[in-house]
């Protein structure tokens, strides 16, 4: 049992526009239990905390939250709100808020901190107009001291945070981009293999695991490894479809598609896989790619979709 701000809990409960009753509901409680949780007349759990957690839509990773007053909880909003921002690339709005962010309170938090570290780093690079001017040894070493002492040829040995994991996809892709194919590969391969090692989190299983599948399948595909490509990229859609995850569909299919056109060329196989990316990337809104999707069948395999 816990005893934090009864203020806290109300707020949270009012950010869902749900009703004392309502909330009780979905808690699994009593309305009078809740009524007396928000009076501060009774402690709440950790699992009616981490309940109401999922259903404002924060990452239960974030329970340490429950320590904060009214005044941090809306910088700690700001902070996921950021956090969505940079993940979403978009680029303004990121901008914006980070500076927002950096100046409020929960900055001082040291998990808070070491995100905001980590954004400002991803803001000043990827965020360049000039890409050219990028220098990508500076970002490294910057992303390295964000890591502590964590070796970058060890990476299965260690027990890594969710942040860990995103600050080590982009130490990948910075690799990628300075033509290091071969690390940037490896890197990837590590953080899969130490996530089988360890427990992880239902939101890493939705969310890393099959964005890290599906990139080092898109790795290989550019060295032309396409058997190695294809086994990453079924185990990428496994996982996704296990999970319920569907961000990553639409580029896994169009690996698979490419994969088959040059393993098999098998044209039924590859049309559906890149029909499947298609439709995938519109159900999800992700029309910029399904427009891209659209574009490469014609343009690559010469099939109009």
């Given at each position: 049992?816990?005893?934090?701000?009864?203020?806290?809990?109300?707020?949270?409960?009012?950010?869902?526009?749900?009703t004392?009753?309502?909330i009780?509901?979905?808690?699994?409680?009593?309305?009078?239990?809740?009524?007396?949780?928000?009076?501060?007349?009774k402690?709440?759990?950790?699992?009616?905390?981490?309940?109401?957690?999922?259903?404002?839509?924060?990452?239960?990773?974030?329970f340490?939250?429950?320590?904060?007053?009214?005044?941090?909880?809306?910088?700690?909003?700001?902070?996921?709100?950021?956090?969505?921002?940079?993940?979403?690339?978009?680029?303004?709005d990121?901008?914006?808020?980070?500076?927002?962010?950096?100046?409020?309170?929960?900055?001082?938090?040291?998990?808070v901190?070491?995100?905001?570290?980590?954004?400002?780093?991803?803001?000043?690079?990827?965020?360049?107009?000039?890409?050219?001017?990028?220098?990508?040894?500076?970002?490294?070493?910057?992303?390295?001291?964000?890591?502590?002492?964590?070796?970058?040829?060890?990476i299965?040995?260690?027990?890594?945070?969710?942040?860990?994991?995103?600050?080590?996809?982009?130490?990948?892709?910075?690799?990628?981009?300075?033509?290091?194919?071969?690390?940037?590969i490896?890197?990837?391969?590590?953080?899969?293999?130490?996530?089988?090692?360890?427990?992880?989190?239902?939101?890493?299983?939705?969310?890393?695991?099959?964005?890290?599948?599906?990139?080092?399948?898109?790795?290989?595909?550019?060295?032309?490894?396409?058997?190695?490509?294809?086994?990453?990229?079924?185990?990428?859609?496994?996982?996704?479809?296990?999970?319920?995850?569907?961000?990553?569909?639409?580029?896994?299919?169009?690996?698979?598609?490419?994969?088959?056109?040059?393993?098999?060329?098998?044209?039924?196989?590859?049309?559906?896989?890149?029909?499947?990316?298609f439709?995938?990337?519109?159900?999800?809104?992700?029309?910029?790619?399904?427009?891209?999707?659209?574009?490469?069948?014609?343009?690559?395999?010469?099939?109009?979709?």
């Amino acid at each position: 049992m816990m005893n934090i701000n009864p203020e806290l809990i109300k707020k949270m409960r009012i950010d869902l526009k749900l009703t004392q009753e309502k909330i009780a509901e979905k808690l699994g409680v009593s309305d009078k239990h809740y009524q007396r949780i928000e009076k501060g007349e009774k402690p709440i759990n950790i699992w009616e905390f981490t309940t109401m957690m999922e259903l404002v839509g924060f990452p239960t990773s974030d329970f340490w939250l429950l320590y904060l007053d009214t005044k941090e909880y809306e910088g700690y909003k700001l902070y996921q709100k950021t956090q969505k921002f940079f993940d979403t690339n978009r680029k303004e709005d990121s901008i914006k808020l980070l500076e927002e962010l950096e100046k409020n309170p929960i900055a001082n938090n040291k998990i808070v901190n070491k995100s905001i570290k980590h954004m400002r780093i991803f803001s000043d690079f990827y965020f360049c107009h000039d890409k050219k001017t990028v220098n990508y040894d500076e970002m490294i070493s910057r992303l390295k001291e964000t890591l502590g002492d964590i070796n970058l040829y060890r990476i299965d040995q260690y027990h890594l945070t969710y942040a860990e994991i995103k600050i080590l996809n982009h130490i990948s892709a910075v690799y990628l981009q300075q033509g290091n194919d071969i690390e940037a590969i490896e890197i990837l391969k590590q953080i899969v293999t130490n996530r089988k090692k360890f427990k992880i989190s239902f939101q890493e299983e939705i969310e890393i695991i099959p964005l890290l599948l599906c990139n080092i399948s898109s790795m290989l595909i550019q060295k032309e490894e396409f058997e190695e490509a294809y086994e990453y990229a079924n185990q990428a859609l496994k996982i996704s479809n296990e999970v319920g995850a569907s961000f990553e569909l639409p580029e896994i299919y169009l690996n698979l598609a490419k994969c088959v056109n040059i393993l098999e060329y098998d044209f039924e196989k590859v049309k559906t896989f890149l029909l499947r990316a298609f439709y995938c990337a519109e159900a999800i809104g992700r029309f910029s790619v399904a427009q891209t999707i659209f574009e490469t069948a014609q343009k690559d395999f010469e099939i109009k979709l």
